[in-house]
């Protein structure tokens, strides 16, 4: 068993983040992640990192910006603490030596983005997540900080209370992929989740083959409520072929939507008058597909995006990437023609239950960025928010962690929070299948001993993984397509009642074929095949939880899109969907959404662009 | 999949004899081979399996077959620990080709469709993560940024030369990465402004100036294209030296800091071991100059009257 005081898993910008700063703070620290840290899904970030630098803007009105992104769905202490702390955090990377794209002056420079008032998006080229990733990376081997590689985390080791509020975390189980074993993590202080994504969720995605949101299934199954899972940002300039991302810096920049006839939609139609291509996110992404649905489309599939009349020279210093990704993706020259673009899923708002310390309802496990809900983003979140959120939130987790004494958090996490119980029924029952044997979050007997409560984990992960190797039954690339095809058919961009309960049966058949899923190779050295099948049941449970929060909130609010419900109701739903897995049991009850700033109360008004 | 396997299924494999010596994987890569320790169940349980995906196999090629086109693809096939991988070989696949296909789609589809045994590192599918080095038809590759039709068939899939390998087209990484770490790569300037919020100027120029050698993805192509990190393992290699070049470049660090950087980078195993051939060049999915900025540290290096072996 190894021990340290505080074991973040996954090494992408938040829990890079997050580890610097426990060590900081005087923790033994270990990251643990299923991939070398440089290969993590930050790098693919584009455009850059949202905060008020300049003297004539202020993070009050990054704020703002924030909560009308957000669609009123983002919790104002949150909200307030990320706009804050984003300029010094800032400032903190470029101390550390990050490529910043520079003014004549030196300093960092900053442009448009969509959704916000004021040019506060700091980036480096259009390849921002890249240097945010390695320019941490490189901070992290100048502490010494120790790195457990292609080491998959595949449950967390807490304590079984009935309360999830009572629960502990002592560590995790984690499968050396290189030898085949199990071993255990025990964490003296706390284990942070910083695993990212779940775009393997989802068929079309610009999120990569490693983000399959493994920290909110495990999470989940351990107690702690999912929150707002509903809320899935399609970005809506994602290559048709591969869902390769064209960063929205490209629209900041002046380029431009065209449908099929050569109008520029976002104004001939009126989706967006005022602020046209940079609309938030989720009306672009329902404006093409509109264009698309109603025949305006390219070959009934996408829309153009030019940005020829940029000039070559500009096009090069700002968005070379973007000239490499549509020649090398899609095989299109974008200097001499558009660009075809098509929404892809690619962020997910909602995630683990946190307050701004990074703290969920158990003892000791803490989550940050994309894998975590504050909740910064709310319904919807505005480009360059990701990535302050990371290092924001990653920090605050990391210091809170490692012991750091912090303002108590205003937002509550866990059950008791609770003001209201959800009625909705579908016609299938989810989270489970007759005959599970895959289990629940916290078996065996009661026991206080920490370390034994890790050995009893890392014992039923080996049976686990041992039942998954020896035993004959299908593939699991087969249940993770059919779940895939079934979320992009029925909650995508446009969601149906009737495609909503669909998508349940659907998964609950999927849920079905994965109890006879084995794995076909019985190598214990770098068994893909295995990690694969492991990450497909939380592809499952996530999959579960995004249709159920979109059967229950009955309006259309941010990213979320009902065709029976075309309003956003205040009145009823400005409140957020908190998923409970209790063993199997779904619990589904409602929190409301936190308005209240430190000096200001946020009064939702009509998100127009 | 058994080579014995694939030929039942008709998808005109050919058991190639060839080995690693052959393939370009030279005898510094050339892997261990331990015992296999397989059970008798195990076994067993194995030959169950083969016998259920020759007939999957059977339709999947049955498939592909009505759609026309295929692309034939022969795979490095290595496992230290299972019984008929443990000695090196090559599998062939044909996989149905679609415009557009990179090298990596093609190994997805051989996976999901034919062998989920085969294995190869992916992550981003754009050109970002650098998991997914490769060496196809001889020379150094991104996987998922390389069109398949840009090879003549059939297209041989290895893993990157002078690493040992893991597994099929998985090597170890880890020299590389402890190179990646001997130019101590981390930013260490002399003095920051006071204020927290005010940032470390840099000029345009000299962002420009480093700006092509921060694209590296450490994807390890170029330390794999170096005849002289092949004959030299202490050779801090390209990747390693663009590292270097990233930092004694920044005008943010010191003259202090600056010296002690170079010294690390003419170290007998370092710059002056560059023999100026381009492959890391040429192979390198970002294009970096790396020779160049080789060279370039050559130069610093005689400037700043350091001595040198």
């Given at each position: 068993?190894?021990?340290?005081?505080?074991?973040?898993?996954?090494?992408?910008?938040?829990?890079?983040?997050?580890?610097?700063?426990?060590?900081?703070?005087?923790?033994?620290?270990?990251?643990?992640?299923?991939?070398?840290?440089?290969?993590?899904?930050?790098?693919?970030?584009?455009?850059?990192?949202?905060?008020?630098?300049?003297?004539?803007?202020?993070?009050?009105?990054?704020?703002?910006?924030?909560?009308?992104?957000?669609?009123?769905?983002?919790?104002?202490?949150?909200?307030?603490?990320?706009?804050?702390?984003?300029?010094?955090?800032?400032?903190?990377?470029?101390?550390?030596?990050?490529?910043?794209?520079?003014?004549?002056?030196?300093?960092?420079?900053?442009?448009?983005?969509?959704?916000?008032?004021?040019?506060?998006?700091?980036?480096?080229?259009?390849?921002?997540?890249?240097?945010?990733?390695?320019?941490?990376?490189?901070?992290?081997?100048?502490?010494?900080?120790?790195?457990?590689?292609?080491?998959?985390?595949?449950?967390?080791?807490?304590?079984?209370?009935?309360?999830?509020?009572?629960?502990?975390?002592?560590?995790?189980?984690?499968?050396?992929?290189?030898?085949?074993?199990?071993?255990?993590?025990?964490?003296?202080?706390?284990?942070?989740?910083?695993?990212?994504?779940?775009?393997?969720?989802?068929?079309?995605?610009?999120?990569?083959?490693?983000?399959?949101?493994?920290?909110?299934?495990?999470?989940?199954?351990?107690?702690?409520?999912?929150?707002?899972?509903?809320?899935?940002?399609?970005?809506?300039?994602?290559?048709?072929?591969?869902?390769?991302?064209?960063?929205?810096?490209?629209?900041?920049?002046?380029?431009?939507?065209?449908?099929?006839?050569?109008?520029?939609?976002?104004?001939?139609?009126?989706?967006?008058?005022?602020?046209?291509?940079?609309?938030?996110?989720?009306?672009?992404?329902?404006?093409?597909?509109?264009?698309?649905?109603?025949?305006?489309?390219?070959?009934?599939?996408?829309i153009h995006l030019d940005m020829r009349h940029l000039g070559e020279e500009r096009i090069m210093d700002r968005l070379e990437n973007m000239v490499?990704?549509?020649?090398?993706?899609?095989?299109?020259?974008?200097?001499?023609?558009?660009?075809?673009?098509?929404?892809?899923?690619?962020?997910?708002?909602?995630?683990?239950?946190?307050?701004?310390?990074?703290?969920?309802?158990?003892?000791?496990?803490?989550?940050?960025?994309?894998?975590?809900?504050?909740?910064?983003?709310?319904?919807?979140?505005?480009?360059?928010?990701?990535?302050?959120?990371?290092?924001?939130?990653?920090?605050?987790?990391?210091?809170?962690?490692?012991?750091?004494?912090?303002?108590?958090?205003?937002?509550?996490?866990?059950?008791?929070?609770?003001?209201?119980?959800?009625?909705?029924?579908?016609?299938?029952?989810?989270?489970?299948?007759?005959?599970?044997?895959?289990?629940?979050?916290?078996?065996?007997?009661?026991?206080?001993?920490?370390?034994?409560?890790?050995?009893?984990?890392?014992?039923?992960?080996?049976?686990?993984?041992?039942?998954?190797?020896?035993?004959?039954?299908?593939?699991?690339?087969?249940?993770?397509?059919?779940?895939?095809?079934?979320?992009?058919?029925?909650?995508?961009?446009?969601?149906?009642?009737?495609?909503?309960?669909?998508?349940?049966?659907?998964?609950?058949?999927?849920?079905?074929?994965?109890?006879?899923?084995?794995?076909?190779?019985?190598?214990?050295?770098?068994?893909?095949?295995?990690?694969?099948?492991?990450?497909?049941?939380?592809?499952?449970?996530?999959?579960?939880?995004?249709?159920?929060?979109?059967?229950?909130?009955?309006?259309?609010?941010?990213?979320?899109?009902?065709?029976?419900?075309?309003?956003?109701?205040?009145?009823?739903?400005?409140?957020?969907?908190?998923?409970?897995?209790?063993?199997?049991?779904?619990?589904?009850?409602?929190?409301?959404?936190?308005?209240?700033?430190?000096?200001?109360?946020?009064?939702?008004?009509?998100?127009?662009? | 999949?058994?080579?014995?396997?694939?030929?039942?299924?008709?998808?005109?494999?050919?058991?190639?004899?060839?080995?690693?010596?052959?393939?370009?994987?030279?005898?510094?890569?050339?892997?261990?081979?331990?015992?296999?320790?397989?059970?008798?169940?195990?076994?067993?349980?194995?030959?169950?399996?083969?016998?259920?995906?020759?007939?999957?196999?059977?339709?999947?090629?049955?498939?592909?077959?009505?759609?026309?086109?295929?692309?034939?693809?022969?795979?490095?096939?290595?496992?230290?620990?299972?019984?008929?991988?443990?000695?090196?070989?090559?599998?062939?696949?044909?996989?149905?080709?679609?415009?557009?296909?990179?090298?990596?789609?093609?190994?997805?589809?051989?996976?999901?469709?034919?062998?989920?045994?085969?294995?190869?590192?992916?992550?981003?599918?754009?050109?970002?993560?650098?998991?997914?080095?490769?060496?196809?038809?001889?020379?150094?590759?991104?996987?998922?940024?390389?069109?398949?039709?840009?090879?003549?068939?059939?297209?041989?899939?290895?893993?990157?030369?002078?690493?040992?390998?893991?597994?099929?087209?998985?090597?170890?990484?880890?020299?590389?990465?402890?190179?990646?770490?001997?130019?101590?790569?981390?930013?260490?300037?002399?003095?920051?402004?006071?204020?927290?919020?005010?940032?470390q100027r840099q000029t345009r120029e000299n962002r420009e100036k480093i700006k092509l050698s921060t694209r590296c993805i450490q994807c390890g192509?170029?330390?794999?294209?170096?005849?002289?990190?092949?004959?030299?393992?202490?050779?801090?290699?390209?990747?390693?030296?663009?590292?270097?070049?990233?930092?004694?470049?920044?005008?943010?660090?010191?003259?202090?800091?600056?010296?002690?950087?170079?010294?690390?980078?003419?170290?007998?195993?370092?710059?002056?071991?560059?023999?100026?051939?381009?492959?890391?060049?040429?192979?390198?999915?970002?294009?970096?100059?790396?020779?160049?900025?080789?060279?370039?540290?050559?130069?610093?290096?005689?400037?700043?009257?350091?001595?040198?072996?």
């Amino acid at each position: 068993m190894y021990e340290h005081d505080v074991i973040v898993v996954g090494a992408g910008g938040a829990g890079l983040r997050a580890a610097i700063a426990a060590k900081e703070e005087g923790a033994d620290v270990a990251l643990v992640t299923k991939l070398h840290p440089v290969r993590s899904h930050t790098g693919a970030a584009e455009g850059g990192i949202n905060a008020a630098l300049q003297d004539e803007d202020s993070w009050q009105d990054h704020a703002y910006d924030t909560m009308k992104g957000s669609d009123f769905l983002g919790d104002a202490p949150a909200i307030e603490t990320l706009a804050s702390d984003a300029p010094e955090d800032v400032i903190q990377l470029d101390h550390w030596g990050m490529p910043f794209s520079r003014e004549e002056d030196g300093t960092v420079s900053q442009r448009p983005f969509g959704g916000l008032s004021y040019p506060r998006t700091t980036y480096a080229g259009a390849e921002t997540g890249h240097h945010l990733l390695h320019t941490m990376y490189e901070q992290v081997v100048k502490r010494g900080i120790e790195v457990y590689e292609e080491w998959y985390v595949t449950d967390l080791a807490v304590t079984d209370d009935d309360d999830p509020e009572d629960r502990t975390c002592h560590g995790v189980a984690a499968y050396d992929i290189k030898t085949g074993e199990v071993e255990g993590f025990r964490a003296q202080d706390a284990v942070i989740l910083a695993t990212g994504g779940l775009g393997q969720v989802f068929d079309h995605t610009t999120n990569a083959v490693a983000n399959t949101g493994d920290g909110q299934a495990m999470a989940y199954r351990a107690g702690v409520p999912l929150e707002d899972m509903e809320f899935v940002q399609f970005h809506p300039t994602s290559l048709p072929s591969t869902g390769v991302l064209i960063s929205e810096a490209v629209r900041g920049e002046g380029g431009i939507l065209y449908n099929d006839d050569g109008e520029r939609f976002m104004f001939e139609y009126g989706y967006a008058n005022n602020e046209g291509e940079l609309a938030s996110r989720d009306v672009v992404s329902r404006a093409e597909l509109t264009e698309v649905n109603e025949g305006r489309g390219i070959d009934d599939e996408y829309i153009h995006l030019d940005m020829r009349h940029l000039g070559e020279e500009r096009i090069m210093d700002r968005l070379e990437n973007m000239v490499h990704l549509a020649a090398d993706f899609e095989g299109v020259d974008a200097l001499e023609e558009p660009i075809p673009v098509k929404p892809g899923q690619h962020y997910q708002m909602g995630g683990i239950e946190t307050n701004e310390n990074g703290e969920t309802c158990i003892e000791g496990l803490y989550a940050a960025g994309e894998c975590a809900c504050v909740s910064v983003h709310g319904a919807n979140r505005l480009g360059g928010n990701a990535l302050p959120e990371l290092f924001v939130f990653g920090k605050r987790a990391g210091y809170h962690a490692a012991g750091r004494d912090m303002k108590t958090a205003e937002i509550p996490v866990g059950p008791s929070a609770r003001t209201e119980t959800s009625d909705v029924s579908p016609a299938v029952d989810p989270g489970t299948v007759e005959g599970a044997s895959d289990d629940v979050a916290a078996d065996g007997g009661v026991t206080a001993d920490p370390t034994a409560v890790v050995e009893r984990e890392v014992e039923t992960e080996r049976e686990r993984i041992e039942g998954l190797l020896e035993r004959d039954g299908t593939n699991h690339a087969e249940v993770r397509a059919e779940v895939q095809e079934t979320m992009t058919e029925h909650v995508n961009v446009f969601r149906t009642e009737d495609g909503l309960e669909t998508a349940l049966e659907e998964l609950q058949k999927a849920r079905r074929s994965y109890q006879d899923v084995a794995v076909e190779d019985p190598s214990r050295t770098f068994n893909t095949d295995l990690i694969h099948t492991l990450e497909t049941r939380n592809i499952i449970d996530l999959a579960e939880t995004i249709a159920l929060g979109a059967l229950a909130r009955t309006e259309f609010r941010g990213a979320h899109w009902r065709a029976e419900h075309q309003t956003r109701k205040d009145d009823e739903w400005l409140k957020h969907t908190m998923i409970a897995w209790d063993d199997g049991d779904l619990d589904l009850y409602f929190v409301p959404v936190i308005l209240d700033g430190e000096n200001k109360s946020y009064e939702p008004v009509d998100r127009s662009y | 999949m058994s080579t014995d396997s694939n030929a039942e299924t008709g998808t005109d494999a050919e058991s190639t004899a060839e080995t690693d010596v052959e393939s370009g994987t030279d005898a510094d890569a050339e892997p261990a081979v331990p015992e296999p320790d397989i059970s008798s169940h195990q076994q067993r349980r194995m030959d169950e399996k083969r016998e259920g995906m020759a007939e999957r196999d059977a339709e999947a090629a049955a498939a592909a077959e009505a759609d026309g086109e295929t692309t034939h693809l022969r795979i490095f096939r290595y496992d230290p620990e299972v019984e008929g991988k443990s000695e090196p070989r090559f599998d062939d696949f044909q996989v149905p080709y679609e415009q557009g296909m990179t090298v990596l789609d093609a190994l997805i589809y051989a996976r999901d469709h034919y062998d989920s045994t085969l294995t190869f590192r992916h992550s981003c599918q754009q050109g970002v993560c650098g998991s997914d080095a490769l060496f196809v038809n001889g020379s150094q590759y991104l996987g998922c940024k390389t069109q398949l039709n840009e090879f003549d068939e059939p297209v041989r899939i290895e893993p990157l030369p002078h690493q040992d390998v893991v597994k099929d087209l998985v090597v170890d990484m880890q020299h590389f990465y402890e190179q990646m770490d001997a130019v101590e790569p981390y930013f260490e300037p002399d003095e920051l402004p006071e204020d927290e919020l005010e940032e470390q100027r840099q000029t345009r120029e000299n962002r420009e100036k480093i700006k092509l050698s921060t694209r590296c993805i450490q994807c390890g192509a170029c330390a794999s294209s170096c005849n002289v990190a092949a004959g030299d393992n202490k050779y801090l290699g390209p990747a390693a030296l663009n590292k270097a070049y990233r930092f004694i470049m920044d005008e943010r660090e010191g003259d202090e800091r600056r010296e002690e950087r170079l010294e690390i980078v003419e170290d007998e195993h370092g710059v002056w071991r560059c023999q100026t051939q381009f492959s890391c060049t040429e192979v390198c999915p970002k294009d970096i100059p790396l020779t160049e900025h080789i060279q370039e540290l050559k130069r610093e290096a005689i400037k700043e009257d350091i001595k040198f072996w």
